[in-house]
Every structure is written in C-alpha cells, then in structure tokens.
C-alpha cells in the first residue's frame, strides 16, 4: 500500500511569490495534518483537517492556509513567501476519529523542501 | 500548555553499547507521550507510545521508554546500538486539543562502529 506523498519533493521559490504544496493521504484515511520543519528544530504544527473542515490550527500567520479535497488529499498554501518559510513541510494522516489525536497513530510522509531565496 | 525538553542535542555511542536519549515534559493534564525517528530523507516514524497505560512502554526495533510522573520524564532507552538506529529522535506530547502533536527540538543520536 502506498503510504502519504507529498508533492513535490524540492522546491525553490523567491521571497513574495506564492507556494502550494500537495498531500494524498493513505487510503482510508480522513484527517491530514501539517507540521512546518526548520532546520535544526523539530516539526510545529500548523494545520489538522478532517473531513474537509479545519480541526486545529497552530500559531501561524494567515498567509498560510489550506483546505482538504472531497478525496481526502489536501493542499498547503502560502501567500507572500519570507526567507524564514524556508523549512521542510510535512504532512501526516491517519483513519480520522474526530477527537483527539492520542489514540490514532499518525503516519507522515517524507515531505516538500522548500527554499526561499 | 504542555512541551517537551530533550536534554542533548547530540548523543554518540558505540555499536553494540546502551542507548539513552532523555526527554522532559510539562503538561497541564494527563499526558500522552510519543518517541518518533527521522532518518535522512524519510518520514518520521512512530517508535512508541505512552497513553496512561503500563509506564514501561515497548516500541518498535528493540527501544523502550519509562513514564515517571514523578520526575516528569520519558527517556527512551536501548540496550544495544545499532548502526541503522543511527538517525534524529523527536520526543512528541499530544498537543492543544489533543489534536496536534508538540514535539521537541530533537536528539542527533549517532553510531559509532
């Protein structure tokens, strides 16, 4: 079975532009997460959807947003790019109890590297 | 609130050699406790999980952790290392609303031959 992919792999942007970055959970899955990596650190959450409508939501500006798709896949957006965006992003899915994330183990993908110049 | 402090940034052992990498917490409530490990160029993987039951958890590829109210801690250990485990090591609490994961800043756990 394929596991989460994230799409694309490396990417390279300048400041201002606009990023979109792609995920497709594993099947059967309904609830993608995404956690913003920088080097050195490790990953802070940012957003949780399920069943195409935000759960939680970590302290991120609102220049990044997302949405979830009818298929479950999701997409992470980010307006106005800034040399500090530069970090690995990483989704992460799992079947999708509406509560809490405790009990439900989360599966992640190998990320989008994003680089801002 | 909650968070997790991992107390080295960096640990080197010898193959064959006990591993421990040390993690605090601080949570408002009952915790629940992860340990995941990022190999270069791969996802993170779940080791182990502590949710209130036996405070000696078993996880995957020989590792164990131990709850200790107490001293606020979840160590991850290992008796003997092995090259593959060589990788970065996040300890993890569940997170606001139990819906987000805090991680910590992460432990460089290398393997010496």
């Known amino acids: 079975d394929a596991g989460v992919t994230q799409s694309p792999t490396h990417l390279i942007k300048t400041r201002g532009q606009h990023v979109t970055l792609r995920c497709s959970p594993i099947?059967?899955?309904?609830?993608v997460s995404w956690y913003q990596q920088v080097l050195g650190q490790g990953p802070q959450f940012i957003f949780q959807y399920y069943e195409k409508e935000e759960r939680g939501r970590g302290n991120f500006p609102d220049r990044f947003s997302a949405r979830q798709f009818p298929n479950y896949s999701s997409e992470l957006n980010v307006n106005a790019l800034l040399l500090g965006d530069s970090a690995l992003y990483l989704c992460a899915s799992r079947p999708g109890v509406q509560g809490d994330a405790t009990n439900e183990k989360l599966f992640f993908g190998s990320g989008t590297q994003l680089s801002v110049l | 609130a909650q968070s997790v402090t991992q107390l080295d940034s960096h640990v080197s052992v010898s193959e064959g050699t006990p591993v421990l990498l040390r993690c605090n917490y601080s949570?408002?409530?009952?915790?629940?406790l992860f340990w995941y490990v990022q190999h270069p160029n791969k996802g993170l993987q779940l080791l182990l999980k502590y949710t209130s039951a036996a405070t000696l958890v078993k996880g995957i590829n020989g590792f164990e952790a131990e709850f200790k109210k107490s001293e606020t801690s979840f160590h991850l250990t290992k008796p003997s290392a092995h090259m593959s485990d060589a990788a970065e090591y996040f300890c993890?609490?569940?997170?606001?609303?139990?819906?987000?994961?805090?991680f910590g800043s992460g432990t460089r756990l290398q393997v010496q031959p």
């Open positions: 949570s408002s409530y009952s915790p629940s």
């Open positions: 993890v609490v569940s997170g606001a609303g139990r819906r987000a994961l805090t």
């Open positions: 099947s059967g899955h309904k609830s």
